[in-house]
Each structure stands twice: as C-alpha cells, then as structure tokens.
C-alpha cells in the first residue's frame, strides 16, 4: 500500500452503505480498511479492491475486536485519518417486550458500538488531524410508529456527535449523515414481520442506491479543511417522511 494515500476505516463494510463507501474511497484514492463480522464478505472485498484495501474481522459490540484492529491500522497503514461509522441494525417493531433483546442489540450497535470504535481510534484521528462521519438516518430527525428504539438510537448518534464536534473541533472535523431510505440488506434482519414487509416494501418502491450515499461521504470528505459538512440529510426525492 502507497504511504501517502489517507487511511479510511469504515464500519460495517461488508454490505449496503458500508461496502458503497469502502469502493466509492477507493476510486478516489484513499486506503480503506474494512471492518466487520462477516469475514468473508470483507475479505473478498478487498481482495476485489487490491491492494489498498485490507479487511479486518471486528465486532462493534466486543472491544477487544476494535483494540485490536486499531492496532493493526497503527502497524500496518501508520494509523486512521478517517473513521466512518456506518455499522448499524435497524430491527424496527411495535414497542414491547418481545423484542427487548433487538432493543438492547441496535443500542449496542448503533449508538454504543460507535462511541467504542471512536474511543479506541480518537489517538490516531488525534494524531492525524482527521475526520470523523457518523451515519445517523433521517430516524434521527423523524420518528415513524414501530421505530422508538431505532429512533433512539440514530436521535443519540445526533447528540453525541453535536457534542463531539465542538470537543474535537477544529483538530477532528465531525461530519453526519442521515440517509433516507437506501437499497440495502437492513431491513431484511427485521423479525416482525408486519415490520419487516412494510419496510422491504419502503426499500423496494422508494430507497436510493448506496452508491448515492457513498458519493455524499466522499464530497464531504474531500471538501478542504477550512470547512465541515457538519450535518447532511439525503432523501430519496420521492420520500416524504
Ligand atoms: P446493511 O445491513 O447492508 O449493513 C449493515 C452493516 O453493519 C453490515 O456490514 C454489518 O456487517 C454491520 N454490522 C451490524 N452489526 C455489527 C456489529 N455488531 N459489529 C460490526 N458490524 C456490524 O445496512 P445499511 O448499509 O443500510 O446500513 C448501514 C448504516 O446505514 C446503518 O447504521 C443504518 O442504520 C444506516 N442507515 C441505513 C438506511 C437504509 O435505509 N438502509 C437509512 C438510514 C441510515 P456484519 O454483519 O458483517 O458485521
């Protein structure tokens, strides 16, 4: 791998917007390392992606896989100038306690697994003078019947990342993304299943590619340092909600 392209991790690269990010970087000239608990789909990833894409197994619910993987980004690539927080579930259901567990997975992931990542990588974004992009979704702003702990979740990604900005700024831009509806696998996860139709349905009739999401991180990104996209909200055109 070229020393002087910049490093960007992203999580959850293994499919959807993750995997559109980890391409569209490529195609732009960055490193890309792939994190994920599907080792077979990064690894064949990035060996579709050559040599400037290395693929990581970590689970963002589990330290010791990101303390890990943060050291083999410091040994080998020199460290992070970018961490992308994308890994996420979206396990939407009426509120009860059926699905408490999903409640307690989608907080470990979406909120808590990010606040980790960013933890254990902050030194090296610290020493790089880096970026930091946290996938929220238009469920942060939004919050339809059946998604209260999703909701929760991305509302949390909001507030936390508003926080960051002003303690990391200006050495650390802090860039969110709050996608509406995207073309992926997430709902295809959802128990419920009155739920899960309604929002395959959602994804089949009005969702966007990921690739357009891919293309918005990668113009944040490279927009220059004198400025930050602090916030930006993708819609499919045809969605209202
Ligand atoms: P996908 O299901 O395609 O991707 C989710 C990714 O998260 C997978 O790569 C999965 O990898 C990873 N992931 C899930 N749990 C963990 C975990 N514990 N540790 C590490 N990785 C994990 O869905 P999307 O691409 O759509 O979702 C990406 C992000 O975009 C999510 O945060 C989602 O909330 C957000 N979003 C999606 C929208 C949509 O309509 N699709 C709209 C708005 C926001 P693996 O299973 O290999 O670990």
């Known amino acids: 791998m070229s020393p002087t392209k910049r490093v960007a991790v992203t999580t959850g690269a293994s499919s959807g917007i993750g995997e559109a ?17 599907r080792l077979e789909r990064i690894a064949s990833l990035a060996e579709e992606l050559g040599e400037t894409a290395l693929a990581i197994q970590a689970d963002v619910t589990d330290r010791n896989s990101i303390v890990a993987a943060a050291e083999r980004v410091q040994e080998e690539l020199g460290g992070a ?3 992308i927080n994308n890994a996420g579930v979206m396990l939407t259901a009426p509120f009860a306690s059926d699905q408490r567990s999903e409640h307690r997975q989608m907080v ?3 909120l808590l ?7 254990v990588f902050l030194n090296q974004l610290r020493a790089k003078k880096g970026d930091l992009v946290n996938i ?15 909701s929760a979740t991305k509302w949390g990604i909001n ?24 073309a992926t ?6 128990t419920h299943d009155d739920s899960r139709k309604a929002a395959q349905d959602y994804r089949d009739n009005v969702a966007m590619p990921p690739q357009d999401i891919a ?25 209202a909600m």
């Open 21 to 37: 990010i980890a391409r569209e970087l490529v195609s732009e000239g960055y490193r890309v390392v792939l994190l994920g608990r």
């Open 81 to 83: 100038d970018i961490l």
């Open 108 to 110: 470990e992931t979406n």
């Open 113 to 119: 697994g990010a606040m980790t990542v960013t933890e």
């Open 136 to 150: 929220s979704s238009v469920a942060g702003r939004v919050a339809p019947a059946g998604f209260a702990a999703y």
């Open 159 to 182: 507030g936390w990342s508003e926080a960051l900005r002003v303690e990391l700024q200006p050495d650390i831009r802090v860039m969110v993304i709050e996608p509406g509806a995207v």
């Open 185 to 190: 696998e997430l709902s295809d996860h959802i």
């Open 215 to 239: 293309e918005v991180v990668a113009f944040a990104l490279g927009r220059p340092k004198r400025i930050t996209l602090n916030e930006i909200l993708v819609r499919p055109t045809v969605q």
